[in-house]
């Protein structure tokens, strides 16, 4: 079935820096989603990209949708101690709907 | 804007007992979607209704079901429990129609502890 593999698992990271993820797929995706989960919520959604190469910000976020439509990376500029939380891609398991497939996850970490 | 609310946040049962959670959407969105949260398997999805239809169902047993009532308020079910359902189970309400699959709404959970 469809999988989506995050890089890293993990980061530790000092304030201010910036930090990058990525997600990659066998299959492709016509729709990226990047959602944010802090402790104890549920994921917000960030960025959602729509198009091949398409490359949205938001605030301090930039994330693009791969040209192969297999891959979608988020990046974080100038890193802040709320930014602390896990991090998923999602695509749509089937259009229109509201089945995702998530990634496993990029837990992030920043130290002040 | 009221968001996504689901009850109760945290509920503890033993193995072999049913459980009902309750989520209510944002006003106006008509898709109902239940996600299962756990360390060792991350967010998998569980089944999709809209307007009082189950719409799309993920590979999980018969014992997990669901409903959705006319308000599109939804309600899921897991009968028989086992250790393994322990988990954050996380509903999510979209907006039908349109192209932007995927902007789905999360409420914060519900917690089942299985023991």
């Known amino acids: 079935g469809q999988q989506l593999n995050q890089s890293p698992q993990s980061m530790f990271i000092q304030e201010g820096e910036d930090v990058s993820m990525n997600c990659t797929s066998s299959s492709i995706f016509n729709t990226w989603l990047w959602y944010k989960q802090d402790p104890g919520e549920g994921p917000v959604l960030l960025i959602a990209l729509y198009k091949a190469g398409e490359l949205t910000s938001n605030g301090r976020l930039t994330a693009q949708f791969g040209i192969t439509r297999k891959d979608s990376f988020l990046n974080i500029s100038a890193s802040i101690p709320s930014d602390v939380g896990i991090y998923f891609c999602?695509?749509?398991?089937?259009?229109?709907?509201?089945?995702?497939?998530f990634g496993q996850g990029t837990t992030l970490q920043v130290k002040p | 804007k009221a968001g996504v609310t689901q009850t109760p946040r945290y509920l503890i049962k033993t193995r072999g007992q049913q459980v009902t959670l309750s989520c209510s959407p944002i006003s106006g969105h008509r898709s109902v979607s239940w996600y299962q949260q756990t360390p060792g398997q991350g967010l998998q999805f569980l089944f999709e209704y809209f307007s009082e239809t189950q719409r799309n169902k993920g590979n999980f047993p018969g014992r997990f079901s669901g409903r959705q009532f006319s308000n599109s308020r939804s309600e899921m079910n897991v009968s028989t429990l086992e250790l393994g359902d322990s988990a954050l189970y996380l509903c999510?309400?979209?907006?039908?129609?349109?192209?932007?699959?995927?902007?789905?709404?999360f409420g914060e959970g519900s917690r089942l502890t299985v023991l």
């Open positions: 999602a695509g749509p398991g089937s259009s229109n709907t509201g089945k995702l497939i």
């Open positions: 999510a309400s979209s907006l039908q129609g349109g192209s932007r699959t995927g902007e789905l709404f």
